[in-house]
C-alpha cells in the first residue's frame, strides 16, 4: 500500500511557474514507477510525466516545459511547470505503480490505467 499526498497548487498567470510535490509513504525510489497525471472539467485524465530511478518521460504537451525530480533526501517527487499555459489548467495528480522491470518503462507509463496508487490531487490554475 502506497499513500501519496501532493501540494503546491495553486493560480498563476500565463508564463508563470509552479512545482508540484508528491510525498509517498513508504518512500518508492526505485520500487515504484511515479507519474504525473491532470484533469480537466470535462475531460479524460492525461499522463504529463513519469519518472523512475531519474529516468523520465514527458508528454508532447508539456515537453520543455515541465520537468519532473526527485529528492531522495527529502523523501519527495516534484513537478516543477515553467511557462504554464491557461490550457494547463487541471487538478494535479501523482500516482505510483510498482516497479517489476525496465521493460515496462516506456512511453505506456503515460496512460493512467497503468497506476494503482493515487494522490487526491492539487488544482493549478493558469489565467490568461
Known amino acids: 500500500q502506497v499513500q501519496l499526498v501532493e501540494s503546491g497548487g495553486g493560480s498563476v498567470q500565463a508564463g508563470g511557474s509552479l512545482r508540484l510535490s508528491c510525498a509517498a509513504s513508504?518512500?518508492?525510489?526505485?520500487?515504484?514507477?511515479m507519474g504525473w497525471f491532470r484533469q480537466a472539467p470535462g475531460k479524460e485524465r492525461e499522463g504529463v510525466a513519469v519518472?523512475?530511478?531519474?529516468?523520465?518521460y514527458y508528454a508532447d504537451s508539456v515537453e520543455g516545459r515541465f520537468t519532473a525530480s526527485q529528492d531522495n533526501g527529502n523523501k519527495l517527487y516534484y513537478l516543477q511547470m515553467d511557462s504554464l499555459k491557461p490550457e494547463d489548467t487541471a487538478m494535479y495528480y501523482c500516482?505510483?505503480?510498482?516497479?517489476?522491470?525496465?521493460?515496462?518503462?516506456?512511453?505506456?507509463?503515460?496512460?493512467?490505467?497503468?497506476?494503482?496508487?493515487w494522490g487526491q490531487g492539487t488544482q493549478v490554475t493558469v489565467s490568461s
Open positions: 500516482a505510483a505503480e510498482m516497479f517489476r522491470s525496465w521493460v515496462e518503462f516506456d512511453r505506456t507509463k503515460l496512460e493512467p490505467g497503468t497506476y494503482t496508487y
Open positions: 513508504p518512500y518508492t525510489y526505485n520500487t515504484y514507477f
Open positions: 519518472i523512475f530511478a531519474g529516468s523520465t
